[in-house]
Structure formats: structure tokens, C-alpha cells
């Protein structure tokens, strides 16, 4: 007689069978997943897509199945770590474990809001150096492509995104260094010649740069352990105008090969924006592309139908022979927001209705204002005008107001400089169309863009001009009567209209009510008050 009790048995072979359950539903799980994933058409890398290596690399599914019950606690601990090291400065790995978090807890939102804000903003201000804050920032974009890759047409993170290039790379206490490196990176890679020369010729290089149509906004200046030494980074097409400019110098001259962009390489380090530009200044056909799939949405009009590819909005725009504007890139993301917003009803975390439907006019506004001072840098330093890095509007203006047509200027920098020009009238016409649509779809906004759009109107008329004269420089003798009569008028045209935005948006009803004439009140500035009075007022 058997001494094995029968409830054990049942016991052991419940457990048995359970086990085999388990197993076979992780590998069915498994299979299913795979099979899913296949189906699915490829995404394109979106612009600033980084890779990650080791457990890192697993997808949120399969860090489910390995943690099991465990996943909860293991978040909590990851999530003090995290704020552990930052508080404690120590950035060991933090990466890693800011990638696991994201992992973990797939679906929460505001989980990725943070993380992504934590990388771009709380890091990148721990960070001393500019290319190290840079590169965190940098991180933080990664971090929200990674999770657009796993749940697109997310609006909090696409909405995120678009903040970044915006707030962060556009108008932050770094905002000079890190547009200029965005467009730099945006560029095809390209070999980089650097220099080196005393640090005592460091004006002597940049005076012969200028000369051969380089302005310093164009190359980087790099300190080396030597301090009587000091290296200037210029890219190989770039540094071919200079020639034998520099020989005096006695510079050693070294070309460094383009940097890697193999993001799927374990070994690599996001210390760049990704290329979106191939060798004409053309954007990547992957870039802008259509993508039918998860990333694509069918809206009522194609101005809020997304086609899946991930510059939509800015391929009206190709080429960029200056690079691709951080603000073109926000007014991209913002688009796609929006987008999703009024197709699928849906609202963004961080941005009520009427700011998200704004952000795309604002950002085009700022794109303008970007290739404004960009084209006012490049005519001064056609002219041989030095420009401080940091120079904008209206420091550049005065620099330049008093250029006589005869004045020698270098022709690649007046090309340069019309390109600009160019860029910015068809900005314009753009960003208008966006006001006008947000403030047909949040009426209470009219007065609050009004100044927006009179400032737009202004400075559309002052690069009429502006362009009108250089063109005129050489022209036929009919051309240049043509080019120089019509510049003139929209010269005086372009001074009304700065007299009128002047008045309305920096002039407070008080103010007004003591200034101008009996019966006008500010909002009037812009409409009634005869040009006569304008110059007085």
C-alpha cells in the first residue's frame, strides 16, 4: 500500500502544471509579441534618437515578465537613486537607470514628462561645461524619442519635444551656443579642419577668417591644455575659403574625420544633435518620407493630417545651407501637437488648449527673428564689420544702417545674408496664417497677438528692402534704379509700421492717455493716428 497521501500528489502535479502554464504562456507571450512587432511597418529615427545597450536595451514587455512582482519595488528604488545622484551630483550610470524607469512604467505619462524634463533641464544646469550641457539636453530629446517610438502620436510627449527645442535650446541662459550647435549638427557630417595657433593670434586668425567670408558664429573655438595655444574648429568646405589666408600664422593643421552618428554602436555617447541634412542641404528622405502606420493620422484637412514622417511641417522649407533652426524644429513638434489636439480631442498635460494651439506661430515668429539676426550678422561680416558672438537685434542693426551701396563686401557672405532674407519672407506668410487660425479658433487671444502679428507685417516690409538693396548691388543700371526706388518706399513703409507696433505694444493706456491726441486710445496707435504724427508721438 502506498504511503504517498493523495492531497500531496494532487498538490505536487497542480503545481506541475501550473509551472507549464507559466512557461508556455510566456513563450506563446513571446511568440505573439514577436509576430506583432514584425507586422508593424519600420519607424524612421526620429531627429535625436540615441541607443542604449545592455538590460537598458529590453522593451518594457520583457522587463515585465523577468521582474514579476518585484517591478514595483525596484521602481521606488530606482526613482530615490535617481534623485540621489542628482542631489549628489554623481551622474554614474544615471542614464541607465533613468532608462529603466521609463521601462518600468511604460504608461505612465507624467512619469516620462519628468524624466525627460530631468535630463534637459535639472542635469543639464548641474553640468559646468557648455558641450556637456549640451549633450544632457541632448538626452532628454532622446529620451522622449524613445518613448514616441514604443506610443506614437503621444501629445504630451511630442508636446514635450517641442518644448525643449523651444524653451531649452532656444531661449535659454545658453541660447546663443546651443542654436548655433543645432544647426552646426544638423548639417551632413563633414570632416572639421582644426587650427591651432598661438593664443596671441587669436584676432589675427578671426580678422582672416572673416576675410575669407567666415563669420565666428560659423566655427568653434576650443581652449587647449596649453594656454598659449588655442584651436579653432572649422568644417572642411568652410575652411577651404581660407586658403593660404592664415599662413603667417604658422598654424598646425590637423582634419579630423566626421564625427559617428551609429547610434545602434553599444559604444556610442550622444555628444551631437543627429544629421538631418544630406550634402545640398536638402532634408533626409527618411525625415520626410510618409510613414503609413501607428505615426500617421487622418485629420479633416491636410493641415492637420500627420503622413508618419517626422519633419512634416518644415520639408516646404529644404534646402538649409545654414543648418535646420532649433525653432524650426519646435514648430514642428508643436504642429504635430496641435495636430493630434483638435483631430482627436485630446489635451496635453503641460499645455492647455490655447497655448499649445499658439505654440506653432510663436515658434515660426522666433525662426524669423532667428534668420533676421543671422542675415544681419552675415552682411556685417560681408562688410568686414566684426560682430561679438553674442551680438543681436538691435546691437547688428546699427552696425550696418550706414552701409553705402559702393561699400566692399565679400559675395559668399551677401549670398549667405540673401538667403536669410529670403528665409524669412517665407516664414512670414506662414506664421501669419498660423495667428490668424489660433485666433479664429480662441477668439479671446486677438488682442494678445495683435502686436504678434504687427511685428511680423513690419519686419516682412524691412526685409523687402533690406533684400531689394543687396540685390541691387549688382544689378544692371535699370535693375538697380528699380531694386534701389523700391527699397526706399518700403523702407518709410517699414518705419510706420515699427512707429505703430512701438505704440501699441510699449505704450500703457496711461501713458497714452497723456500722449496722443484727444480721442485716441493705444489700441488706435496701430490704426488711426495719421503718419504725420507717428514720428512726434
Known amino acids: ?41 519600420t519607424n524612421t529615427s526620429t531627429p535625436a534618437s540615441g541607443g542604449q545597450a545592455g538590460l537598458a536595451s529590453l522593451d518594457s514587455f520583457a522587463m515585465g515578465l523577468l521582474l514579476g512582482g518585484f517591478k514595483g519595488p525596484l521602481v521606488m528604488a530606482m526613482w530615490m537613486n535617481i534623485e540621489g545622484q542628482k ?16 521601462l518600468l512604467q511604460p504608461e505612465f505619462d507624467d512619469v516620462h514628462l519628468f524624466q525627460i524634463g530631468n535630463k534637459a533641464y535639472n542635469l543639464s544646469v548641474q553640468l559646468t561645461s557648455l ?34 527645442y523651444f524653451q531649452k535650446l532656444g531661449e535659454s541662459t545658453e541660447q546663443i551656443y546651443y542654436r548655433a550647435r543645432v544647426r552646426d549638427d544638423s548639417l ?18 578671426q580678422d582672416a577668417a572673416l576675410r575669407a567670408g567666415i563669420d565666428p558664429s560659423q566655427y568653434a573655438v576650443q581652449q587647449n591644455l596649453d594656454p598659449a595655444r588655442i584651436s579653432f574648429l572649422i568644417r572642411k568646405s568652410l ?78 522649407f529644404s534646402p ?56 544681419r550678422r552675415f552682411e556685417a561680416a560681408a562688410a568686414g564689420i566684426p560682430q561679438p558672438i553674442d551680438a543681436e537685434f538691435p546691437e547688428m542693426e546699427l552696425r550696418t544702417s550706414d552701409l553705402p551701396l ?71 543700371v535699370m535693375q538697380k534704379d528699380m531694386l534701389l526706388a523700391r527699397s526706399r518706399a518700403n523702407y518709410v513703409k517699414a518705419r510706420e509700421m515699427m512707429y505703430r507696433y512701438g505704440l501699441y505694444w510699449f505704450v500703457n493706456e496711461e501713458l497714452a492717455k497723456i500722449t496722443f491726441p484727444p480721442g485716441l486710445t493705444r489700441g488706435d496707435a496701430a490704426d488711426r493716428m495719421s503718419a504725420e504724427l507717428l514720428p512726434e508721438v
Open 1 to 41: 500500500m502506498s504511503n504517498v497521501d493523495p492531497t500531496n500528489q494532487r498538490s505536487s502535479l497542480g503545481r506541475v502544471g501550473l509551472i507549464a502554464g507559466v512557461v508556455a504562456s510566456l513563450i506563446g507571450a513571446s511568440i505573439v509579441r514577436d509576430w506583432s512587432q514584425n507586422s508593424l511597418p
Open 87 to 102: 542631489t549628489r551630483r554623481d551622474y554614474d550610470d544615471i542614464d541607465t537607470r533613468i532608462n529603466l524607469v521609463r
Open 131 to 164: 558641450p556637456a550641457k549640451y549633450a544632457a539636453v541632448l538626452e532628454g530629446l532622446d529620451y522622449a524619442a524613445a518613448v514616441n517610438r514604443e506610443r506614437p502620436l503621444n501629445i504630451n510627449i511630442i508636446a514635450k519635444t517641442g518644448d525643449i
Open 188 to 205: 551632413a557630417p563633414s570632416p572639421v579642419v582644426q587650427y591651432t595657433v598661438a593664443s596671441t593670434d587669436r584676432q589675427a586668425f
Open 239 to 316: 575652411a577651404e575659403r581660407i586658403g593660404e589666408g592664415v599662413e603667417s600664422l604658422s598654424p598646425e593643421v590637423v582634419t579630423r574625420p566626421p564625427r559617428s552618428t551609429n547610434i545602434q554602436d553599444p559604444r556610442f555617447r550622444r555628444f551631437a544633435h543627429d544629421p538631418l541634412l544630406d550634402e545640398s542641404g536638402n532634408l533626409l528622405a527618411a525625415l520626410i518620407t510618409p510613414v503609413p502606420g501607428p505615426g500617421a493620422l487622418k485629420g479633416p484637412s491636410p493641415d492637420i493630417t500627420l503622413d508618419g514622417s517626422p519633419l512634416q511641417f518644415i520639408k516646404e
Open 320 to 375: 538649409f545651407p545654414q543648418g535646420v533652426s532649433t525653432y524650426a524644429l519646435a514648430y514642428n513638434a508643436f504642429k504635430k501637437a496641435d495636430a493630434i489636439r483638435q483631430v482627436r480631442g485630446v489635451r496635453a498635460a503641460e499645455f492647455p488648449p490655447r497655448v499649445l494651439s499658439s505654440r506653432g506661430a510663436v515658434a515660426l515668429r522666433f525662426w524669423a527673428q532667428e534668420e533676421f539676426n543671422l542675415a
Open 406 to 476: 559702393s561699400a566692399a563686401m565679400n559675395p559668399e557672405l551677401v549670398r549667405d545674408a540673401l538667403h536669410c532674407y529670403d528665409r524669412i519672407l517665407q516664414i512670414i506668410p506662414l506664421a501669419q496664417q498660423e495667428y490668424v487660425a489660433h485666433v479664429a479658433r480662441f477668439n479671446q487671444d486677438r488682442a494678445l497677438f495683435r502686436p504678434h502679428l504687427g511685428w511680423l507685417t513690419a519686419l516682412e516690409t524691412m526685409i523687402t528692402a533690406d533684400r531689394d538693396f543687396l540685390l541691387a548691388r549688382n544689378a544692371t
